[in-house]
């Protein structure tokens, strides 16, 4: 069985630095790729990373590029956020979700319970 | 940047039919997918690939794609589907995911 769990949400001050991490168990990890998806508080989802099967080929949404980088361990089976200079508008649950491929370009058919991210001084 | 646009909500009677309609520029040459969101809970994957359904998803959700828009519905609706539905593509021009804005469904 799919099992996701993500760690290391809290509450961070504005321009500090957050990492977070998803733990996999249940399928051949190394096998696929996986994004990270977050949803501020009452609105919808946003897209945020997507970071291939062997970790070679990563991607980022406007609003974050520059400032997040994601990452994959495949011995530890772990997937990492690293989200540097936070703002307010970060606030957000963020969510890693398994793709269907090991490319990233299908579909998200496994989500953890996501952890919650709070910028504020 | 790429937008998904969805009408923000849908009321239904139980046992009714709901449809949620997904629409962006040259969406008929995009792949859509649909998620389920009910309160405090992750997302969950409802239809796959505009019209198929994972495993253990009920037949009374469906998708379709005529090429204007795509749809998800949701034939004889019951209290258990109240939730909010996202459509996502991607944008292989920027190379990001795109959510659309999403429909919280209602049953009255």
Redesign the interface.
């Given at each position: 069985q799919v099992q996701l769990v993500e760690s290391g949400g809290g509450v961070v001050q504005p321009g500090r630095s957050l990492r977070l991490s998803c733990a996999a168990a249940g399928f051949v990890f190394g096998d696929y790729a996986f994004h990270w998806v977050r949803q501020a508080p009452g609105k919808g989802l946003e897209w945020v990373s997507l970071i291939s099967s062997d970790g070679s080929a990563t991607y980022y949404a406007d609003s974050v590029k520059g400032r997040v980088t994601i990452s994959r361990d495949n011995s530890r089976n772990t997937l990492v956020l690293q989200l540097n200079n936070v703002r307010p508008d970060d606030t957000a649950i963020y969510y890693c979700a398994k793709d269907w491929g090991g490319d990233g370009w299908y579909y998200l058919n496994h989500w953890g319970q996501g952890t919650l991210v709070t910028v504020s001084s | 940047?790429y937008e998904l646009t969805q009408p923000p909500s849908v009321s239904v009677a139980p046992g009714q039919t709901a449809s949620i309609s997904c629409g962006g520029k040259n969406i008929g040459t995009k792949t859509v997918?649909w998620?389920q969101?009910k309160p405090g809970?992750?997302?969950?994957?409802v239809v796959?690939?505009d019209s198929d359904r994972?495993p253990g998803i009920p037949e009374r959700f469906s998708g379709s794609h005529s090429g204007f828009a795509a749809t998800l519905t949701i034939n004889r609706v019951e209290a258990g589907d109240e939730a909010?539905y996202?459509c996502?593509v991607?944008d292989?021009t920027?190379?990001?995911?795109?959510?659309?804005?999403?429909t919280k469904v209602t049953v009255l």
């Open positions: - | 940047s997918h998620y969101q809970q992750a997302p969950v994957l796959q690939d994972p909010d996202y996502q991607w292989t920027s190379h990001q995911g795109v959510f659309g804005t999403g």
